[in-house]
């Protein structure tokens, strides 16, 4: 498990660029050549760490009851969590950084002991020095990298472009600041960051033809006057950008998972769409990821069990296989509240439907 969040990491990262224009803020002193040399040894060195998790069996300080989904993910994210509180709340003197404990400590809060330590063990078998009583009242500690000088510059530097309060007991951590993306360089640490979701989700999509479609969709929607937002997960292979009409009123979601595009859609009761449905091309039927044949009989289960009349069903053939499907609900399986496809640009009309017929 810990290899294949560390594989979905690294994949995640963004490619050092040393033309971002470093803004004066986090210079502190030295030229932004020097800062962008000494994030790449840090990136370098935080790296090296993932590289090893995904091809060994190490367990990382983490015991074998503890090596659940969600215990990993803490203590994977506890890494960045444990530098950023570092780096965020200490003085960097010299080749050093000086942190307050009480500081550090009210960061971490939210979060237990024992997964602060095992980050802060694996730091430490990957060269950081935590010199000090860290758990000390009233003290500090100090935190030195002696194999690579310029590594802690690089996570001081790092660590002032963001403002970020770690409040959840899963390490609420800004994704970017995990996926150590240089370009936080180029923005002042209150700054609102603003970056074009096409292009992000562009860097997992590696089909001309997905890339065309996924364009054209997103006019469309943005047309149409849908507002999106980008999601990412550092530890997941899921990117995606949703589509909402108005705040928590979702219609369609974009996602790139294990490098193939779906689009995801908040679909109503189809009853009356029927027709519509049944005239979809075999291509859109096609593409729907989970099929269900559930109105067998002329038995709804859905409406047998809410007593209500079936009102009708819908028809149709896949692979030499037919499946009847109820319309009382959705046409087809949801993936939470979600009628999931493969992304077509033939189909991006039919999509289109469905998403702005949601409020007929």
């Avoid at 003197?93 to 400590?105: G, L, P, Q």
């Avoid at 960061?107 to 730091?123: H, M, S, W």
């Avoid at 001081?156 to 403002?163: D, E, R």
Wanted: aromatic content about 14%; charged content about 25%; some cysteine.
């Amino acid at each position: 498990m810990v290899a294949e969040y560390a594989k979905n990491y690294l994949n995640c990262m963004y490619d050092m660029n040393y033309d971002v224009a470093v803004k004066p803020e986090h210079c502190m002193g030295f030229s932004a050549e020097e800062i962008l040399e000494a994030f790449a040894s840090y990136r370098q060195a935080v790296s090296s760490i993932f590289w090893d998790m995904s091809n060994t069996c190490n367990d990382f300080n983490m015991s074998k009851d503890e090596a659940d989904r969600d215990t990993t993910l803490i203590c994977l994210n506890g890494l960045f969590a444990v530098l950023y509180a570092t780096g965020a709340n200490g003085v960097l003197n010299n080749n050093e950084i000086i942190v307050n404990c009480v500081r550090f400590k009210a960061t971490l809060q939210k979060v237990k002991r024992k997964y602060i330590n095992i980050a802060i063990a694996t730091l430490k078998d990957y060269g950081f020095i935590f010199e000090g009583n860290i758990w000390g009242k009233n003290s500090e500690f100090a935190l030195h990298f002696p194999d690579d000088n310029k590594v802690i510059l690089g996570l001081y530097s790092f660590s002032q472009t963001i403002t970020m309060n770690l409040v959840s007991t899963l390490w609420n951590m800004n994704w970017r600041f995990a996926a150590m993306d240089p370009r936080l360089y180029g923005f002042s640490r209150n700054e609102k960051k603003y970056y074009n979701a096409l292009d992000e989700l562009f860097r997992f999509v590696q089909s001309e033809n997905e890339r065309c479609a996924i364009s054209i969709f997103h006019k469309k929607m943005n047309d149409n006057n849908f507002s999106h937002n980008l999601y990412f997960g550092v530890f997941s292979p899921i990117v995606s950008i949703r589509y909402d009409l108005s705040q928590y009123q979702p219609r369609a979601e974009l996602k790139v998972s294990d490098k193939t595009c779906h689009i995801a859609i908040w679909m109503k009761n189809n009853a009356d769409d029927t027709a519509y449905i049944q005239n979809c091309s075999e291509g859109f039927r096609n593409g729907c990821i989970a099929k269900f044949d559930d109105c067998k009989n002329s038995l709804c289960e859905r409406s047998t069990k809410r007593k209500t009349i079936c009102k009708g069903k819908l028809i149709f053939t896949v692979n030499n296989q037919i499946y009847e499907k109820c319309t009382f609900e959705t046409s087809w399986g949801y993936s939470g509240s979600r009628a999931v496809f493969r992304l077509d640009e033939n189909e991006i009309d039919t999509y289109m439907y469905f998403i702005k017929s949601f409020d007929d």
